[in-house]
């Protein structure tokens, strides 16, 4: 397969997780409204404090812990899916670092690729590769909010871990040959890659009625402090969730 093939394949995979995933390659880097767009070439701190800050009013009773929790949740949502659907299903890993995200008012979706570099291997060569980019990505974001505000490693860690294994709940659910145990082992990659500790692995619990994987977040977004809304099932909030 050719490279411009894998991406048109990338793309297309990204898109049946959710159409919110629209993934391009355009060899033109950045666009001139910088405000618009995140990239780790550029400095981005004003235009996550504009996101943060549009947050903050289209939901103001949450409160500031929402505010950065969910913004932190749209600068990682996309570079982790989109990693998991290369790894996975391309068996290869594009240029994760350098990808430009798309700011649209309070949300971040799209996404591009300025080159159409590939690696090619299993998950277990691609894994310690897409980790070390995404530590690269986040680490820059972390380091760009942390000039308007307090944003602790623990805290970003801990949303990271979640997402992680978020996707690999949703892997299974479109692969639902992947045995139990094969995802197991794959979540202790990806959280030694990222050099998250192995307790995270207890988020995962097999769901007595499917018998497939459940993630049980250790983290909450904080999500039903906004008007109207509810816990998310996953939340370790949810009593349904309680040990």
């Not at 394949?9 to 618009?36: E, R």
């Not at 990271?160 to 659910?173: E, F, H, P, R, T």
């Not at 207890?202 to 999500?223: E, F, G, W, Y």
Request: aromatic share 10%; glycine share 2%; proline share 4%.
């Amino acid at each position: 397969m050719q490279n411009n093939d894998a991406f048109e394949l990338l793309f297309s995979l990204s898109k049946q997780v959710t159409p919110y995933l629209s993934g391009h390659l355009s060899s033109t880097m950045l666009s001139s409204d910088i405000s618009k767009q995140l990239n780790i070439s550029c400095d981005n701190s004003k235009a996550i404090n504009m996101l943060y800050e549009r947050i903050s009013q289209h939901s103001p009773e949450a409160g500031n812990a929402y505010w950065l929790t969910r913004t932190w949740d749209l600068l990682c949502w996309q570079p982790i899916y989109v990693s998991f659907i290369a790894v996975y299903r391309l068996n290869a890993l594009p240029d994760i670092q350098n990808m430009s995200q798309s700011i649209q008012s309070d949300f971040i979706a799209g996404f591009t690729f300025h080159n159409s570099t590939l690696v090619v291997g299993s998950p277990e060569e691609t894994i310690p590769l897409a980790a070390l980019q995404l530590r690269t990505m986040f680490d820059s974001y972390r380091d760009e909010i942390s000039r308007w505000t307090r944003i602790r490693p623990g805290f970003t860690n801990h949303l990271v871990a979640d997402g992680l294994l978020n996707c690999l709940i949703k892997l299974q659910s479109f692969q639902p040959t992947l045995s139990n145990e094969y995802l197991i082992a794959q979540a202790q990659l990806w959280l030694e890659a990222f050099e998250l500790p192995n307790k995270h692995l207890s988020s995962l619990q097999v769901d007595l009625i499917s018998n497939k994987l459940k993630l049980v977040r250790t983290s909450c977004c904080l999500v039903y402090k906004c008007e109207g809304r509810k816990l998310c099932l996953d939340c370790p909030r949810h009593s349904d969730n309680k040990r």
